[in-house]
C-alpha cells in the first residue's frame, strides 16, 4: 500500500502514477480497516481505471463502501466535464436503482402483536422474487407515459398521492426522457414488472426508529425515536437492465471506432457531445422515470397492505413519504470546482446525492435543512438517515455511500453460513424474515457486507453526510 | 468434451466455459447460466425460441449472446435448458428450449441481471489435451 497516501483521518489519495493512463488521481474516502478491504479486492485498480475515462474531472472517487464491480467499482463517484465522456458502466445495470421511506405514526407496540400477519399482508400484496409479474400491467403506449412521466403519471394512474412528488429525489420525474431511445426488448422486459421488488438485495423492511441524532433535523423530516417506519429497495428492473445491456454495446462500438484504449472494455462509453451518448442519457431517463414509478408502486402497495391490516386509512396511520433517491444514476450538474463553476455530468455507481441546506436540487420541504440520505443496511442490520452537507459539494461533487459493500462473495457466503441458521438467529433478535429461497439466504447475510455503521460513520468524518436517524428491521421481505 | 465452473467473485458470479467447438462454448455457457439462476435439471424443454445474433468480435458476441437469453427468460418468464448452437465467423443463430418459470418446482437461485464486458474473454485453448476452446464471463447480480 506504499502507493497510497493517506491525506486526512478518512481520505486517501491513489497518485496517478499508481496506474500509467491515470488522467486524475483517485480519492477514497475510508478508514484503515476499509481501506484494507478495498485494496484487498481490486476495487482500488477500478478506481485507478476510471481515471483513464476522457474528460474526467478533479478525481476519481470511492466512497466508504467501495467494493469491486465491473468496469467502474460500486461506490464510484465520477464527473465527466462537456467534452468529455458518458459510461453506462458508471451508472451500473441496474438503472436507478434506489430506495424510499414511507413513515407511519405508528410504534413497535402497535404493529409487533400481529406482525407476522402484517407480513403476511405484505407478502401477498407485494410482489417479489425472479420472475413474478407485477399487479399494473403496462402496455407499450402506457409505459411510454411512464418512461416520460414517473412517479406523476403513476400517482395519476391512482397509485399513490400528488403531495408524494413533493418528498422525491428530482420531483419525481427525470428530465430528457425519450422513450424513442429506448429498445423493443426494454418494453417487453417493462410492461410486467411494474411495481416488482425483484431479488438479490432488494427489500421491504419494516423498521423502527431507534435513535435520532439530529433532533431538529428529524424534527422537519418527521422521523422520531420509537417510529415504525418501511423501507423500499428496488431499480428499474428488466427495464435497466436492457437499456444498460443495449448501450453498453453501442459504446463499445464507439470505442472501437475511436481507437480510445480501455483498460476495461466495460468502461466503454461515448463523447458527451454524441448522439450516442444523447441517445444513452434519454433511455437512462426512461429507466430512471421506471423506477421511481416502480418504487412509486410499491409504496402504493405497502400503504395498502397497512390499511388492510389496521382496518384504517393510510393517511390516518401517518404512511407519509419522508424521501425517495437513486443510488446508480448519471445527471448533469453544477459544481464548484477549483475556483470555477462548471457544468458537469457526475456517475454516481452505488453512491447517492449529498446535497446540502439552501441546495436548488434540494426539495423545498426540505431546502433547510438540506436532502435526506437513505441508507439501507443489510439484512438484520440497521438502516440510516443521513442529511447533504456543504462539504460534500467541495469534497465529493455532493456524494456519499449508498449502503454496505460486500466482502464476502456469493459462493463463500453459501459454503459458511446456513439459510435456516441464520434465518433463526434473525428470529430470535425479533425480525421476521419472508425470504423466497432459504438456500439463496446466506448470500445476503450481514456477515458477507461491510459494517453499514461504519461505512455510514466514515461518511460522517469525512463530512460528506450527517446520521439524523438509526433504524432497525423487525420485519423483512426479500424475493 | 464442454463443460463450465463457477467462478467465486465478492459482489457478482462469473462462470468459466469450454468445449471443443467453439459452438459448445457458446453452449456450455448458456447451460452455465442456466445453472447458477435456476436446478437445470428441472427444466424441461416444452417450448422453443430460435435467436439470430450478431456482433464485431467473438467477446460482443458472447456478451449479446447471453444477455439475449436473459431477456426471453425475464420477458417471456421462461427458464432455458436446451442450446443448440451453430457459430459462423461472429455471429450464431441457435435454437433453445425450456418452460415458464416455476418457483416450486425449478429451485430458483440468482437472479442474474445482465452479463458485463468485465474481464470477458473467448479464446483458443491449447493448455489441454484437446484444442479447444474457453470462455469467461462475469454476470452482475
Known sequence: MAELKRVSAYKWELPIEFKRGMRVPGTIFADDKLVEQAFGDRALEQVANVAFLPGIVYRSMAMPDIHWGYGFPIGGVAAFEPGGVVSPGGVGFDISCGVRLVKTNLEEKDVRPRLRELVGELAANVPKGLGTRGQISTPESLLKKVFTGGARQVIHMGYGRDDDLEHIEGGGVYPGADPERVSERAFLRGKDQLGTVGSGNHFVEVQVVEKVFLPDVAAVFGVSEGQVTVMIHSGSRGVGHQIATDYLQVMDRVVHRSGIVLPDRQLACAPLDSAEASDYLAAMACACNYAVSNRQALMHWVRHSFERHFSSAERRLGMDLLFDLSHNVARMETHQVEGKQMRLCVHRKGATASFPAGHADVPPVYRDVGQPVLIPGDMGTHSYVLVGTETAMSESFGSTCHGAGRTMSRSKARKTIRGDELMNRLESQGIIVDAGKISQLAEEAPEAYKDVSRVVDVCEGAGLSRKVAMMRPIAVLKG | ?141
Not at chain 2, 467462478?7 to 458470479?13: G, K, N, Q
Not at chain 2, 467453439?22 to 416444452?46: F, H, K, N, Q, S
Not at chain 2, 441481471?113 to 484437446?130: M, N, P, S
Open chain 2, 1 to 141: 468434451m464442454a463443460g463450465f465452473r463457477t467462478i467465486e467473485h465478492t459482489a457478482d458470479i462469473g462462470i468459466e466455459a469450454w468445449g471443443a467447438a467453439l459452438d459448445e462454448v457458446y453452449e456450455a455457457a448458456a447451460l452455465g447460466m442456466t445453472y447458477l439462476m435456476a436446478d437445470a435439471e428441472r427444466i424441461e424443454p416444452r417450448v422453443s425460441r430460435d435467436i439470430s445474433v450478431s456482433a464485431g468480435d467473438l467477446e460482443e458476441l458472447m456478451f449479446a449472446w447471453l444477455n439475449e437469453l436473459l431477456f426471453i427468460i425475464d420477458a417471456d418468464g421462461l427458464l432455458l435448458c436446451e442450446f443448440e448452437v451453430t457459430v459462423e465467423d461472429t455471429s450464431l443463430e441457435a435454437v433453445v428450449r425450456g418452460e415458464p418459470i416455476d418457483p416450486g418446482k425449478h429451485g430458483l437461485k440468482i437472479d442474474i441481471k445482465a452479463a458485463t464486458y468485465h474481464d470477458l474473454t473467448v479464446e483458443r485453448d491449447d493448455t489441454g489435451e484437446q484444442e479447444g476452446w474457453t470462455a469467461r464471463i462475469i454476470f452482475d447480480v
